[in-house]
């Protein structure tokens, strides 16, 4: 059966036909490790995880590499700013190698507790400068770099098709009409691939390098590194959309030049999770973590059900209600499964179970339809279907979801549900502390107790007893 996804790059549905029958390699920008990963990078992780279970599905042997940025991500993604890394590292007192591997941990946890399946490959930005600086000197070589007080920076007008991934109006760009950038840059889009140590201040990550100390341009990890792993040429890179216009279009620009040769086949982008009308960011500091809502007694699998209700290329919006209404359909749903798992102790196939099974896989080929398929698990849970033939098909699709249905077990019957009046009061005390309204944070206490519950605070959020 075919296997379709919309390419970013043509902006159309394409047949995914791999370099090498049978193999795919696979290429995902991972998490800048200065600040937790937010509910919505998550977003991002799961439609990437669901793409890599697609191809497994399909009989496709998967090597599937993700970045640790750890240097370079500088606040602004167009070179401005400090180093998002040195800038957390002050924020929190602490060296940028410790905070590097702390945000790491917690972000392969949070992997771990929505059943993420690992890459084969997590690569640190610094561990491989070496690979880094030999592409801007290969870059170098080939006349695409220009030196500034700053750095070294890499001309786009020299890269014929600049903007295909974008589809950038660059005419409009170089007109200078649309977005202001420093005197020294040649053209608005040109971007650095090693910057300078600042002379009056010490960075805590620096290299020597052939034009002096410094670090990586944060575009360079990742094409470097995906051609060091992958090969020059290789099937799919993924991201959210917002690294179409700057971050994969330099990768390409600098991978493309460089080699000579195409650089990636499919490119993959999954939109964006809003709080309210706007892209939940960590910049902005209003941000979501999954353990906050482990502290607020949802289960990862109520997010999890949350984001798979909508397709990875729908813009989704967050908000409470939405996810008590996925924490209520997700725990019918495993209500009615366990069910059926406690009433038989084998799977069986049938006819029908080949038919659904089709049925499922062309939805998912079909640019990963997963919400149709959330459908037809649902429809299935509640068929006429035998309980073998319907747990059979249960696991087959959890191959997919990831839900893990095969290990879930009844919930233990002191594990009691927090009302949502008591969660609303324990989000509206964190809010007055956030305020320094303690006296108003202790009243809530109070009104939590006299309503027999007990808020405790956690380092991150807070959890909720019975008294
Ligand atoms: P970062 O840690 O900022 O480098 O981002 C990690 C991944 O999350 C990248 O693929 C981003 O494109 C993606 N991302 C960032 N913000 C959001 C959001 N609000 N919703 C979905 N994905 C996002
Ligand atoms: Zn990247």
């Given amino acids: 059966m075919a296997l379709n996804f919309y390419n970013t790059l043509t902006r159309t549905k394409e047949e995914f036909i791999p370099i090498e029958q049978g193999k795919v390699k696979m290429y995902c920008c991972g998490p800048t490790v200065y600040n937790y990963q937010h509910i919505g990078n998550l977003k991002t992780f799961l439609f990437e995880d669901i793409l890599k279970r697609v191809l497994i599905y399909n009989d496709y042997e998967v090597t599937h590499i993700m970045n640790i940025t750890d240097v370079g991500h500088l606040v602004s993604d167009e070179d401005e700013g400090e180093d998002k890394m040195e800038l957390g590292a002050s924020r929190e007192g602490k060296t940028v190698w410790q905070i590097a591997e702390y945000y790491t941990d917690v972000f392969k946890e949070d992997l771990k507790r929505l059943n993420i399946l690992y890459p084969d490959v997590f690569c640190k930005a610094t561990d491989f400068i070496k690979e880094q600086i030999e592409m801007i000197e290969c870059l170098e070589k080939k006349g695409f770099t220009y030196r500034t007080s700053d750095g070294i920076y890499y001309d786009t007008s020299k890269f ?10 660059i005419e409009g760009l170089r007109a200078g009409e649309r977005v202001e950038f420093s005197e020294e840059k040649r053209n608005p889009t040109d971007f650095s691939v090693w910057k300078f140590s600042p002379k009056d201040k010490q960075r805590q990550m620096e290299w020597d390098s052939p034009w002096g100390k410094g670090f990586p341009g944060w575009h360079l990890e990742c094409s470097a590194m995906s051609i060091k792993f992958l090969g020059n040429h290789f099937d799919i890179h993924c991201g959210g959309i917002d690294h179409i216009p700057v971050h994969h279009t330099n990768e390409i620009a600098q991978a493309e030049a460089c080699t000579g040769e195409k650089f990636v086949n499919y490119w993959l982008h999954g939109e964006f999770l809003n709080m309210g009308d706007v892209k939940m960011s960590k910049s902005s500091g209003d941000f979501l973590t999954l353990q906050r809502l482990i502290d607020m007694k949802y289960d990862p699998m109520h997010y999890k059900y949350f984001l798979l209700s909508a397709h990875y290329r729908t813009k989704l919006k967050f908000s409470f209600e939405a996810l008590d209404a996925a924490k209520s359909g997700y725990d019918r749903l495993l209500t009615n499964i366990l069910k059926i798992k406690n009433s038989v102790s084998k799977t069986s196939q049938s006819e029908q179970t080949n038919s659904e099974q089709n049925k499922f896989k062309s939805y998912i080929n079909d640019d990963l339809n997963i919400p149709r398929g959330l459908a037809q698990l649902q429809q299935i849970v ?21 839900f893990g249905f095969k290990d879930a077990k009844d919930k233990p019957k002191d594990d009691i549900d927090i009302p949502s009046e008591i969660l609303t009061l324990a989000e509206a005390r964190i809010e007055a ?4 309204d303690f006296k108003r944070a202790d009243e809530i206490r109070n009104e939590i107790k006299v309503k027999g519950f007990e808020v405790i605070d956690k380092k991150e959020g807070f959890e909720i007893k019975k008294i």
């Avoid at 014929?160 to 109006?169: E, S, T, V």
């Avoid at 033939?389 to 979801?401: R, W």
């Avoid at 502390?433 to 320094?436: A, L």
């Fill in 160 to 169: 014929p098709d600049y903007g295909k991934l974008a589809k950038l109006d």
């Fill in 433 to 436: 502390k956030k305020n320094k």
């Fill in 382 to 402: 509640s068929s006429e279907l035998s309980n073998e033939e319907k747990l059979f098909l249960i696991y087959e699709f959890d191959k997919i979801f990831g």
